[in-house]
């Protein structure tokens, strides 16, 4: 019950905190970026206003001159094929063809036969992940072989929907296709035309079908189903990742009948290649028996597909190492026997970046159009893009060993005098140390990476002596607040997830930290946690968890989007525990939302209804132990302990009226030792809590979207 009520809480909290930029063009280099924003007919309206020219010239070039010229294709024959597709498009997309038109002044019937005219061309798409790619990133490439007039006439569109699925798509000036795209869910998209006589059935040519795609998929379950669903045009190959799993799929497609393939396809007949896993390529030729009957394979560059197929392969099996993005890059910029790229898409779906070069080739041969890399984030965010897009050129190029730094060392900028101010059993030298971080899952534009982080203290059990913390990007652009989310005394990872995943849908980023003996960090066929009744092993517990929320923000702290006047801490139940002991001892974390907390720990002990607390009263008081002197035994471990510096922070409190796990009285001792500050009451106890989860959240949100000061919390108290 609680997952459907915090899914339908995600989506309210989740609303209004988008903000969108007014249609607008930027440029990057040599490339051109247009922000799309509105009703499908507002952004038509949009795109011919911002691209007339572009438009008026692209019609030129692809309609008149390419397709009749070249193509020796009537103008009629082009009208009765649009006729046929347009007719059968969804209203969204035809009502943006109609403001496409209003917008540019170009008559409707040359803007309906721009989305017909691109005749086939070679190209290649492959997709590696998992074991075949640099920390299992989800790696699509297409690239395009020179001799069209498409490639350096490309440009980046950006659809900024205010409701549904935003995405950015590699298309062209007045073309309401996507060759490539990438949406906020991880979606990946490339397009690969078959030639063949079937073009002018009613319905979707796939870099159509691919908007619609983009629009409406969230897994790759829900692309099949949107191929399934759509009437479809023409002979096509449409590979789509995954950037979650990851995972790729490969749809070959006509009118009639949809085939499906993935990794290690070992029924192949293009070429005798072994199949191999994590990875899918595709050229323009079907692999499937029944729609190879359909397609005309005589061409001298549908010959040369099975060489490009190849090439693929190659790609992700040379590298001494397996390759990242600038890796593919270095490749594809290289001349090879069937295919001198003249366009270059990599889609990092695993991190939401997408690359994109079109352009030309130098006189031996190679790539020497600049390639671009835009984070999905800065374009969803609608604002200077070119500050955080990375530009490679044969001038200028990027070093591909930079995206190979999996481990990155830093130094903490703490310096002996600011230690020094630390409680002393809770200080630890400021030494560099080594980090690993890798993608893990894309979801509502929030990207989420596991890192790894070498815990200051050394216990006998190494898997306690790494910190294993998930990072939740915003889908904004930052710098962001960072605010570490810590767990409760069950483990329930997942309500950690989702108060992580709420606040980054409000723009804040979130670092979700395992608290000692949690999770991967309890060694197995160990019987060691961190709450148990040996006070010993609890009380180092209790230590080495604030010292490793330290090293947090540390690593924080050494973030390049961070702004480092926001670092704060959020915690539940013994989430709340720790984070207001460690919100007292570290003077860096000014912000603490404390969420059924309390202090008084050996009233805790001595009151709470817990099985643990009931088992540890009962041994204590058994060796002769008392609540006073349990009291002075976690002395150091009390948050109250340290009124002093706690008082110096911004606090939250949000608690039960009638919780008996942590005793009320317990609740009041902390906020009275936080100075009285800003605390909400919920008629409940401490596990009913969740029927006031969203109110709660809610309250969360606010607080460190605000970031309030501390006169300003204390103003604000009810």
Known sequence: MFHGVAIIGLIILGAGTQTHPESHTESVGTQKVVHLVGSPREMGLAQGRLMQQEIADNVRLLVHEHAVKDH??????????????????????QQELEGLAEGSKVPLADIKRLQVALRPIASRSGAGYAGRTLGGRLLQVLSVEPGHPLPARAMLAVYHRPEGIRYASVTLAGYLGTLAGLNEEGISITTLPVPSSDRSDAGLAAPHLARVILESSKTLPAVRTAVDQSPRSGSWIIIAG???????????????????????????????????????????????????????????????????????????????????????????????????????????????????????????????????????????????????????????????????????????????????????????????FTY????????????????????????????????????????????????????????????????????????????????????????????????????????????????????????????????????????ISLGSITGSLAAGIEPRLTHACLIIGGGNLHDLVFESVEGEAREFRRLWTEQGGTRESLGKLMHDFDPVS????????????????????????????????????RIIWYPCGHYTIVRYIMPALQHTVKFFKDWPSREENVASKE
Not at 371 to 382: E, F, N, Q
Not at 458 to 474: A, D, G, L, M
Not at 652 to 675: R, T, Y
Request: glycine residues 6%.
């Open 72 to 93: 020796q294709i009537s103008l009629e024959a082009l009208d009765k094929e649009a006729a046929e597709q347009v007719g059968a498009w969804p209203a969204s997309l």
């Open 436 to 571: 690993q971080a890798a993608p893990d899952a894309v979801g509502s534009g929030i990207v989420r990476t596991l890192v790894k982080i070498p815990s200051p203290v050394v216990t006998p059990y190494p898997e306690n002596n790494t910190i294993p913390v998930e990072v939740f990007k915003p889908r904004s652009a930052g710098p962001y607040p960072y605010v570490i989310i810590t767990h409760i005394a069950g483990g329930d990872f997942e309500l950690s997830r989702f108060v992580a995943s709420t606040l980054a849908n409000a723009g804040i980023a979130c670092t979700f930290v395992k608290l000692p003996y949690y999770g991967e960090r309890r060694p197995p066929g160990k019987n060691v946690k961190m709450l148990q009744p040996d006070v010993e092993v609890a009380s180092t517990a209790m230590v080495q968890a604030v010292k490793d929320l330290r090293r947090v923000v540390d690593w924080i702290d050494a973030q390049p989007d961070l702004d480092r006047h926001r670092i704060g801490i959020c915690g």
């Open 242 to 432: 995954d950037g979650k799993v990851p995972n790729a799929r490969v749809l070959e497609v006509n009118a009639q009948h949809v085939a499906e393939f993935g990794s290690n396809d070992t029924a192949e007949k293009l070429a005798p290649f072994r199949a191999l896993a994590d990875l899918v390529r595709r050229s323009n030729r079907f692999v499937s028996a029944k729609l190879a009957e359909s397609t005309d394979i005589k061409l001298p560059w549908v010959e040369r597909s099975a060489d490009r197929y190849a090439e693929l392969s190659d790609m992700f099996e040379k590298p001494m190492e397996k390759p990242g993005s600038l890796d593919l890059l270095a490749v594809l910029r290289k001349t090879t026997a069937s295919h001198v790229p003249q366009s270059i898409v990599i889609i990092n779906a695993s991190e939401q970046v997408l690359w994109m070069g079109f352009g030309g080739t130098s006189p031996n041969g190679a790539a020497d159009q600049e390639v671009v890399g835009y984070p999905l984030t800065s374009l969803l965010s609608g604002k200077d893009v070119a500050a955080t897009a990375r530009v490679d050129s044969p001038a200028h190029p990027l070093d591909p060993t930079q995206d190979r730094l999996l481990s990155t060392t830093i130094s903490p900028t703490r310096t002996t005098s600011f230690e020094a101010d630390i409680p002393a059993m809770y200080q630890f030298p400021s030494d560099s």
């Open 642 to 677: 340290y009124s002093d510096r706690l008082r110096e922070r911004t606090v939250l409190m949000i608690n039960a009226s009638q919780d008996e796990s942590v005793p009320v009285v317990c609740g009041k001792a902390l906020w009275e030792a936080a100075g009285k500050q």
